[in-house]
Every structure is written in structure tokens, then in C-alpha cells.
């Protein structure tokens, strides 16, 4: 059975492997952070963030430092989806963000069926918001 975990993972709870959602490849072994079998682009954040007033004049540009933060994306090696993104101090290693008890997940789906779609709210429509 395999168990949807975010837009783009998820695991087979019988090879215990992350999966990628998008192309079905393997990513790596569900006792580790996905992140381990995903490919890595540590990006300057200001390419994200450029500055708003004239880098050659001021210091402070309302851009993030490079010096201060780094943007790490994760991308599938097969299939090239990006599927996580976060902010971290430079040098500091990658966010272990999930961690799976894959007993406690196996015994969670033995009474269910696959899910092989996500569940889906209703639409947001524009201008239909609340009403107080």
C-alpha cells in the first residue's frame, strides 16, 4: 500500500521507500529524510528576494543576506518536481522536517484502502468569501 504524505511524496508502506508522486521514482528509504535522495540547488536568495532600492547605493536592500540565509530546493532526480523548499541559516544542515513511524503508519492502514488521489476542498471562488 502506498500512503500519500505531501503533494509531491509519498510512501510504499511495503518497500518502506519515499516515493515522488509525479514520475513514481524512488527517492530513498522511508527510515531517512526524503531529502537524502533528492537533488539539491542552494539558491541565492536574492534571485527569490530581489532588492528594492539600488544595491550600490545601500547595504540594506530589503533582499535577505546570503550571508545570513540560504534557500535550499529539493527536486526529484527523475522527474525534476520541486518538492520542498525552506529557508536555512548557511551552514546549517538540512531541516529533518519529517519523521516517520513506519509501524505505527502500517497499523493505521491495515483497516483502510489506498487513497490514490488526494482529498480535495471546494472551490474557492472569487468574490465569495465571508459574509460578515
Given amino acids: ?10 510512501i510504499d508502506l511495503d518497500k518502506e ?22 537533488l539539491v540547488y542552494n539558491r ?3 534571485e527569490i528576494h530581489p532588492p528594492i532600492i539600488d544595491p550600490d547605493k545601500y547595504r540594506f536592500t530589503f ?3 546570503p550571508e545570513w540565509v540560504r534557500i535550499l530546493e529539493y527536486y526529484c532526480p527523475k ?3 520541486q518538492v520542498e ?13 519529517m519523521e516517520v513511524d513506519l509501524a505505527a503508519l502500517k497499523a493505521q492502514w491495515s483497516t ?6 488526494p482529498v480535495r476542498g471546494p472551490e474557492v471562488v472569487l ?3 465571508h459574509g460578515h
Fill in 127 to 129: 468574490g465569495a468569501g
Fill in 112 to 117: 483502510r484502502e489506498e487513497v490514490l488521489e
Fill in 44 to 46: 541565492d536568495p536574492r
Fill in 17 to 38: 521507500t519515499w516515493e515522488c508522486r509525479v514520475c513514481n521514482h524512488e527517492v530513498g528509504s522511508a527510515k531517512k529524510s526524503y531529502k537524502e535522495g533528492l
Fill in 1 to 10: 500500500m502506498k500512503v500519500l504524505m505531501t503533494e509531491y511524496l509519498r
Fill in 85 to 97: 523548499t525552506e529557508y536555512a541559516i548557511p551552514g546549517h544542515p538540512p531541516l529533518y522536517d
Fill in 79 to 81: 522527474c525534476g518536481t
Fill in 63 to 65: 533582499s535577505p543576506d
